[in-house]
Structures are given as structure tokens and as C-alpha cells.
């Protein structure tokens, strides 16, 4: 299999992918309910995107502004199939379908919906139970408590999930992905790692601008010495005075 940006080993893709195979070979008395939640940059829709391309699920962000309703139509949509008006219709809509085709269901950005309150949450509860397939909810460092709320359905959960912090070993994936022209020494991701306070996202960006900066300088090889005046990460401005 090529590399690219959802193959590379990287330590929350291999989570992810642990959990929805452990949910995916649930026996039938237990419900296949994860919960996979951690910090803001930590890569966690990367790992979903990974998982649901491996399993065929059904993948939906949901938005900040969006309803339950909008939920329900986008669903549908991912699914080839004409939502019809109310949402109660639509739900029904959903279980037949998701139970008859089989595929996983990931939910990302799952704060907004538990924030719609318990009536919304017990709605995906209902799609879980009669559509009996894997389910797998995604949302920041703070969702578990948020769903400990609501004690049906937190008793589903079958396994919790936390997102890690991103590793060196995950720096040099991800400068094999995004700069692999470059030979950058060790020293120099164990510098970047570090600064990134394992934020996938801040790897990224400091990834580009060693590879920017080589290009510039001409090089293939970068050691430490080549970034001793780099600043990985633009700096933010400072605040204006009034």
C-alpha cells in the first residue's frame, strides 16, 4: 500500500483502527459503542478518515451550526438516499438503511450534537439500537463527561478511547509524507516534537517551513545548526494597545 496522509503509522491511527476493529468484532450481546476523544490538533478525524476508508463506514462531520435535522440529511446524502420531511422520518430512514447495508457510522465533532441536550443524544441512541451496528463517537478532551450525563446511554460506551499527544515517531511519518525529498536529522524533529506540544497540526506547519527554508538554502540535508534561527511557527502578532 502507498504512504500517504492516512496510511503512515502514526499513533492515533493505530488507535482508531484498534477500536473500530475491537467494535466491529463485538459480540452480539454487547453494544458496539466507542467514544474516541483528546485535545484539539491531536489528529483524530485523520484516524477517522483512515478507518471509515478501511471499513467502508459512513462518515459525518457535523457542523457548529447544524440541527439534528440537518444531521439526519447530510447522513442520508453520504448515503445515496432522499430524506424525506420530518426528522422522526428521517430517522427511520436512517436505521433501515444503515442496519441493511451494514456499515459503521462515524459521528466527528459529536460536542455539538451532546450539546443539543439529552432529547438529540437519545435520537443517535435510538440509531445505535435498532440499526445494531458500530458506532463510533468522536469530540473533544471534555465529551466523556459530557455524555455521563445521561446514564442510558453511557452504560452502551464498550470501550473509551483517549487520542494521544503526537510523538517523534510521528514527526518523522509525517516529514516522510509532506517534505520526503528531505533527509531532516533527528535532533531537529526532536526539537520540533517538543515545540509542537503534540499537536499534529503544529508538526505540519513546522515541517513546511524547514522544507520552505531548505528549499531556499539549497539543501537536502538539515541539521540542527540549519534551523538554529527558524521559528517553526509564524509568530503570533502582538496585541494591540488602545
Known sequence: MALDAHTAPLTNVTLF??????????????T????????SGYGKTRSATFAANRH????????????????????????????????????????????????????????????MGEKNVNIIREILDKAQIPVILIGEEYLPNSLK????????????????????NDAKHLAKLY???????????????????????RICHGIETVRESASLKGLTEVELKDVAEL???QTRPAARKH
Open 17 to 30: 483502527t484498534e477500536l473500530m476493529n475491537r467494535l466491529v468484532n463485538t459480540p452480539a450481546h454487547l
Open 32 to 39: 458496539p459503542l466507542g467514544v474516541f476523544y483528546g485535545f
Open 56 to 115: 467502508g463506514a459512513l462518515y459525518i462531520e457535523v457542523g457548529a451550526s447544524w440541527t439534528l435535522k440537518k444531521f439526519c440529511q447530510m447522513a442520508l446524502k453520504e448515503l445515496g438516499v432522499i430524506p424525506t420531511k420530518t426528522v422522526s422520518d428521517m430517522v427511520e430512514q436512517l436505521i433501515e438503511t444503515l442496519a441493511i447495508e451494514t456499515r459503521p457510522l462515524i459521528i466527528d465533532e459529536f460536542d455539538h450534537i451532546a450539546r
Open 149 to 168: 450525563r445521561w446514564e442510558r446511554f453511557d452504560n452502551r460506551v464498550r470501550s473509551w478511547v483517549a487520542a494521544q499527544p503526537a510523538t517523534v
Open 179 to 201: 517534505a520526503p525529498e528531505l533527509t531532516i536529522a533527528a535532533p531537529v524533529m526532536e526539537d520540533m516534537a517538543t515545540q509542537a506540544n503534540g499537536i499534529v497540526r
Open 231 to 233: 521559528t517553526y511557527w
